[in-house]
């Protein structure tokens, strides 16, 4: 079929990015140089969480674990590529497992849920970015070289013209930090310029945003969201590789190409007409034409009181020509029903989908010619894991208080598409979908002595998680790269961007056997020699103990809010905080 074709080579480009909204994913939770961190006390002393107490479950089995791997990262499943024979064939294995197991259907009498997909693909030669100075001048942004330019609208042509262009600083609108940089400016279609990360990053101050660690306003994803909330015609972000966490050739490489959606009921009709990056050196010769300094406007944009700056005498006007295919994948969902709260629920969720097959060999495999991206760290470890979790709840002698449902979720690798769908047209209500808990990617290798937690300080669930790791004498290790925003690149931001507290955790580094050289070895030979290409595979060399403490402590977590009726929210300060609360109608 043309939409497989084309969907492949649009996974072929991304092979080197990817997993978590087109850009490179978390591949290590440890940075190159080693860096010590002290167990954190201080997070659970801000705590309103009772750790409840939590019934005997049954060890997570080490040979069901081995056994799922082995059939989902086999070259059977052909690397699980959404809308393809492998993919299709892991959704059929993974209803077969959830029915087997006595789970429940979670979408009706239906184990799946349809994720439309659409693949749109610029045709760079048919469209345009250019920018009018005072003189009528026009100079077009060359594609690729200084622009990156795209439409989330989903139709075949769409241009804008004269658009009025107004930096806006960071494009946030936060209430919670006293933050608003539209206020009093109506953007109504004009072309916003702004900048990427917040002002916390900026300027390292603690009481600033959350300091170092990116919030959510960070993201350019927002920003792109909130400046359509504003009606603006076009949304430019400046491309600056420290605080975007990634060099020009990653947005190049990342946003050129197929780019995979969700088929939304408005077709993106809600979105500005073009979005995209442009280089930060366009960004100081842009400035200067409008008679601004680049340099300045950024350190004006680090005020509470910045006042969005019109920038006199330019005007954009953009016109994008695509190509669209359409097609389907699903998200399989199933559920245990509780003895007392059988409308509540804990949610675990997994990506099943991997890169599919790849025209060449990207570097390593297993073999010359190995053209199947098996995806076994990434992410049949977690699809494995959370099935493995259902089951021990599954053989529990007690029945859940509340109900706990499994979503593995389809398309993570092109965007966090099948966890965006669930998210807006989820299986269970928000407000009564307790807490969730995420698994993508966890790495071979024997037991730790800590636990990771992407996005460290966000939620009452890491209470939890530091009560479960607490029983086997294992710390917690905060995030060591909270800059990059690795939590908001996972499915479980997909919930967390609608209120729902969400964990996101893996393995530890400090192994038991060879402490943390032997951890870092580990994650750097993955990232490496193993992310995103044919070479990662399952064997049954895998050393699993790491694996299986953190799948255990991750069923505790779930256990603790199955298991009680507590009720853990995001910690004060957090992004999501006020949107839980409005949700929880308290
Ligand atoms: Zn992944």
Sequence with gaps: MKFEQVLMLGIAALAVSACGGSEPEATSTTPAESTVIEPDTDVAEASSITIPELPALPAISETQFRDYMQTLASDEFEGRAPATAGGRKTVDWLEARMQEMGLKPANGDSYRQDVPLVEITLIPQESNFAITIADGESAVLPYGQESVYWTKRVVEDVSFENSEMVFVGYGVVAPEYGWNDYEGI??????????????????????????????????????????????AAAAIVVHQTAPAAYGWGVVEGSWSGPQLDLERPDGGENRVALEGWIQES?????????????????????????????????SAS????NNINRNASQNVAGYIEGATNPDEYILYMAHWDHLGRTFAPIGGGSGNGDTISNGAVDNATGTSGILNIAQSFVDAEKQPDRSI??????????????????????????????????????????????????????????????????????????DPEPEKGYFYRSDH??????????????????????????????????RANLYHKPADEYSEDWEVGGIMATLEILRDVGGYMAYSDIQPNWYDGNEFRALRHEQMGN
């Design 493 to 526: 931001v997909s919930l967390a961007k609608k209120g729902v507290p969400m964990l996101y955790s893996k393995n530890g580094i400090d192994l038991v056997v060879g402490g943390e050289p032997a951890g870092e070895a580990i994650s750097e030979n993955y």
């Design 282 to 314: 366009v960004a100081e010769r842009l400035f200067a034409e409008a008679g601004l300094d680049f340099a300045q406007a950024q350190k004006d944009a680090l005020s509470p009181d910045f006042q969005a700056v019109p920038m006199t005498g330019l």
């Design 186 to 231: 109506d953007v109504t279609g004009k072309t916003v310029v702004m900048l990427v990360n917040d002002p916390g990053y900026a300027t390292q101050n603690p009481d600033l945003f959350n300091g170092n660690s990116m919030t959510y306003y960070g993201r350019w994803t927002y920003k792109y969201e909130e400046a359509a909330r504003q009606g």
């Design 405 to 478: 449902l499994f979503v593995a979720v389809t398309a993570e690798e092109s965007g966090l598409l099948g966890s965006a769908y669930y998210a807006e047209d989820p299986l269970v209500p928000f407000n009564k979908t307790v807490g969730g808990i995420n698994i993508d990617a966890m790495l071979s290798g024997g037991e730790s002595r800590d636990i990771t937690v992407i996005g460290y300080g966000a939620s009452e669930l890491e209470d939890l998680l530091k009560a479960a790791a607490d029983k086997r004498g294992m710390y917690l290790r905060p």
């Design 318 to 321: 953009g016109k994008i020509k």
